[in-house]
């Protein structure tokens, strides 16, 4: 089991490039979820996806666009990526029975 | 909706002291608390959590309580180690109402240095 996996690991971006974060998950998991992590503001959550065809906005959801592709993957898009935009994204997976999440290890973007 | 504030936001402890984190939580529906330990470089990862039918819960050195009267909740860390050091986060959410089912609001985290 490789739990919730996140590519890339690291990112650098000029202001108004695209690109989009891929997140996949093998537990079988009907909710995901895309969060940024900025220093002194825990985790925000951008979009979340509570199945499969689903998705709904969370916190902090402008500048971003997401699709559940199928029920083990989740992508979160930049279209036009702002300075504003660096931070640390984590995708997470929930079992909703017990309300646990499961995070990946992150994504680290910089945009220029 | 949920707020969540958690504090301190850092804690240097000597080892072998104890440590405590507190968070209070604004929405009397939420019913599920867990805590999350982030390591350097790596994702949150869940160490214990608390659902509202129980006061108090513990795993070996780590302790969580909650007081649903007051809305706070604690996690109590025994004998602390250097491996201890990390990002501490709380959260809150309601297992049941369907608009906030399953999205934790969280804390905004408490850097854990423990010293040798």
């Known amino acids: 089991n490789a739990g919730v996996t996140q590519t890339p690991k690291f990112q650098v971006l000029k202001t108004g490039q695209s690109m989009t974060l891929q997140c996949a998950q093998d537990?079988?998991?009907?909710?995901m979820y895309w969060y940024r992590q900025d220093p002194g503001m825990g985790l925000r959550l951008i979009y979340y996806?509570?199945?499969?065809?689903?998705?709904d906005k969370g916190e902090v959801p402008n500048g971003y666009n997401v699709s559940r592709l199928n029920k083990r993957e989740f992508s979160l898009r930049l279209e036009s990526a702002a300075p504003s935009q660096t931070s640390v994204y984590f995708c997470?997976?929930?079992?909703?029975?017990?309300?646990?999440?499961?995070f990946g290890p992150g994504t680290r973007l910089t945009v220029l | 909706g949920e707020n969540v504030e958690q504090h301190p936001s850092t804690l240097s402890v000597q080892e072998g002291d104890s440590a405590v984190i507190k968070c209070t939580y604004s929405?009397?529906?939420?019913?599920?608390f867990p805590w999350y330990k982030q390591e350097l470089g790596k994702g949150p990862q869940l160490i214990i959590d608390i659902r509202s039918n129980v006061g108090e819960k513990k795993d070996q050195r780590i302790a969580v309580t909650l007081n649903k009267t007051a809305k706070h909740f604690s996690l109590h860390i025994t004998e602390t180690q250097p491996e201890d050091s990390a990002v501490y986060f709380c959260?809150?959410?309601?297992?049941?109402?369907?608009?906030?089912?399953?999205?934790?609001?969280f804390g905004a985290g408490t850097q854990v240095v423990v010293t040798p």
């Open positions: 959260a809150a959410t309601s297992l049941q109402g369907l608009d906030s089912w399953g999205k934790l609001q």
């Open positions: 929405d009397s529906a939420s019913n599920y």
């Open positions: 537990m079988n998991h009907n909710s």
């Open positions: 997470a997976s929930s079992d909703e029975d017990r309300g646990q999440e499961f």
């Open positions: 996806s509570a199945s499969e065809g689903t998705t």
